[in-house]
């Protein structure tokens, strides 16, 4: 069954960086769209940054001009560069994917078939 495995979580002062990795196996990694999503307590999964099969990729608001997200196909891996991370980043992240269509990149946690299990980022101040 497909497994998505994410790693690089940790606990970083406000201003500082980490790179979020989401290694994918039992699925055609270059079919399918992939998406972080984060979860802070009391609150919904919400939509962080998503990428396509084909590379288009679109960002949350708060997010954009500080997260990158990227793929790299060859090593079945999708990753979230963070950079100037404040307090309000502080969540478990999750990495999902769905198979890669003509449609926009999606933001739902209802149109994700897969999940890992997240990672924990907490941002001090």
């Known amino acids: 069954q497909v497994q998505l495995v994410e790693s690089g979580g940790g606990l970083v002062q406000a201003g500082g960086s980490l790179r979020l990795s989401c290694a994918a196996s039992?699925?055609?990694?270059?079919?399918?769209?992939m998406g972080w999503f984060r979860q802070a307590p009391g609150k919904e999964r919400e939509f962080v940054a998503g990428i396509k099969w084909s590379g288009g990729a679109a960002y949350v608001d708060s997010v954009k001009g500080r997260f990158t997200i990227s793929r790299d196909n060859a090593k079945n891996t999708a990753f979230l560069q963070m950079n100037t991370l404040k307090p309000e980043d502080t969540a478990i992240y999750y990495c999902?994917?769905?198979?890669?269509?003509?449609?926009?990149?999606?933001?739902?946690?209802?149109?994700?078939?897969?999940w890992g299990q997240g990672t924990q980022v907490t941002v001090s101040s």
């Open positions: 999902a994917a769905r198979p890669g269509q003509l449609q926009a990149i999606r933001t739902s946690i209802r149109e994700y078939n897969y």
């Open positions: 039992r699925l055609t990694f270059s079919n399918y769209d």
